[in-house]
């Protein structure tokens, strides 16, 4: 049998050695005895994973760092000025502020 250009029906009927109408009827009777899905209950899993993934990339909220921790930072930093300043400065507040964030 060529089953290039066999549908679903000819493959069942060539499988089971029945005619292509039984093997329709037969494909029916298996699809009326499919339960409905229960549309409501597939949403509220769908709504859960969304909560569980949302709780799973939420980022922690970012603090500001206090007046007291830029004026220490600014003063780490005026030790190693090998540049440009603003560079140096904004990288001190981006590492106190990971650092503050992160640990």
Known sequence: ????NTDLPDLIAGALGVSRGTAYDMMREALA???EPDYKALWQQMCERC???DAKLAQPERKPLTDEEIVQTLG???ERLDGNVFYAFARAI???LREKNNG
């Open 94 to 96: 981006e590492a106190k």
């Open 51 to 53: 909560d569980e993934l």
């Open 33 to 35: 005895e499919q339960p």
């Open 1 to 4: 049998m060529n089953t290039q």
């Open 76 to 78: 780490n930093i005026r």
